[in-house]
């Protein structure tokens, strides 16, 4: 008999994107700590972040095929306790390149997890008739947050960030089987490509446009979730919970603006959605970039959450839609790229931060936003298919 809570659906999607990101998220207010503890450089500390995008890419690139080996439901079990105890390991590294080592396998259960979230959402959104995939992120977004604030308060109080990732672990195992106890994978989408998933999930050239459409965001959003927490304590001397606290800030507004991006996509359009939050997104890394005092700051973390908030989301739907191949290549071959742009640029924007100043890590991204503004017009406005009875 399975246990865990009786939900629908569509919460149980919800569940997933919540606990993924409260697992992942955990490590990313405390780099200021684990930087001081190795005793090392805003270059040193990036590179040794790339381990993680180095599993990404190499799990994103072979998941689809596993997975479906295996099965969605035990995937999805296993791996996110186990992504949540790879970075509780990966605090107690005692140099940059033990923490790249350890941080590796923490990219490989990423990679996975990321495409079994995203497709399922996908499915059900098909079953339901009417998109879930923005409100789907907008619970990754609120996990993100939790594990931010929750970092905020343990940095604070002087904890540890070995004591705070180890703790992290049995709750995030017990909250798994608690909410995802009963997962049943929804069936494939209704005139899909259901053919055997390649080894290698290679982009074709709509795929690449996507990718373009998410770059900004994607660079930008990793460079608020690696760098927020350090810029606030260099520039402008913050306390440990502010510092954390800039993290979290990010991750709230853009669940926020999740919730509220499905209506106004189906009231307008992809495209229209894109370019506002594109707009947004450009004003907000401004701000960081130029911010006077810590509070104007603050405000640009705020705004680059809103203008992050629904473009993965919109190019991952598109992606998905696409019946040219199954939809696993698709959103792997789309999250593959972007993902490394997500956990490979802002790590390497930390040779921009130690040469040029800190701020730079949000200035130098500023133009992949015009970049993203004109690849949006990829965006085609398109509505789930009738759930089928």
């Known amino acids: 008999m399975r246990g865990g809570l009786d939900l629908p659906p569509h919460m149980r999607v919800f569940g ?16 200021g700590d684990i930087q001081r503890s190795l ?29 479906e080996r295996t099965g969605y439901r035990r995937a999805i079990l296993v791996l996110i306790p186990l992504m949540t105890m790879f970075y509780a390991i990966a605090s107690f590294a005692r140099g ?6 350890l941080l590796f396998p923490a990219g490989l259960c990423i990679g996975a997890i990321e495409v079994v979230v995203n497709v399922e959402a996908d499915r059900v959104e098909h079953q339901f008739g009417r998109r879930i995939m923005n409100r789907s ?9 939790a594990a931010g604030f929750v970092g905020a308060l343990m940095s604070q109080a002087g904890v540890s960030p070995r004591a705070h990732l180890l703790i992290m672990v049995p709750v995030i195992a017990l909250a798994t089987l608690l909410v995802l106890g009963r997962f049943d994978p929804a069936p494939h989408r209704a005139g899909s490509n259901a053919d055997a998933p390649a080894h290698f999930a290679r982009p074709t050239l709509a795929i690449l446009v996507l990718v373009a459409v998410t770059l ?24 440990p919970f502010i510092t954390g606290f800039a993290v979290a800030l990010g991750a709230l507004t853009q669940a926020i603006a999740r919730f509220f991006a499905d209506s106004f996509v189906e009231r307008h359009s ?43 989301p919109l190019a991952m739907s598109a992606a998905a839609q696409r019946t040219d191949r199954p939809a696993a290549i698709n959103v792997a071959a789309l999250a593959q790229l972007s993902f ?5 640029g802002p790590p ?21 936003v015009l970049l993203s503004f004109l690849a949006s017009s990829s965006l085609q406005a398109r509505t789930p298919r009738p759930a089928i009875r």
């Open 16 to 31: 997933a994107f919540l606990l993924y990101a409260f697992g992942m998220g955990g490590i990313f207010p405390r780099l």
């Open 39 to 67: 005793g090392v450089a805003e270059g040193a500390l990036g590179l040794a972040l790339i381990g993680t995008a180095g599993g990404t890419l190499i799990s994103l690139t072979f998941a689809s095929r596993i997975l």
């Open 96 to 101: 940059p390149l033990a923490l790249f080592l």
């Open 137 to 145: 992120h907008a619970f990754w977004s609120i996990g993100f947050f």
């Open 216 to 239: 900004s965001a994607m660079v930008l959003e990793g460079a608020g979730a690696d760098w927020s927490a350090i810029y606030m304590r260099d520039v402008f001397n913050a306390p």
């Open 270 to 312: 992809p495209l229209a959605v894109a370019r506002t939050l594109l707009t947004i997104l450009g004003v907000g890394a401004l701000l960081v970039f130029f911010a006077p005092t810590g509070s104007v700051a603050l405000v640009g973390f705020a705004l680059m959450g809103v203008g992050t908030s629904a473009i993965f």
């Open 340 to 344: 490394v742009a997500f956990l490979l």
């Open 348 to 368: 390497l924007l930390g040779f921009a931060a130690q040469h040029w100043g800190i701020r730079w890590s949000f200035g130098i991204a500023l133009p992949l």
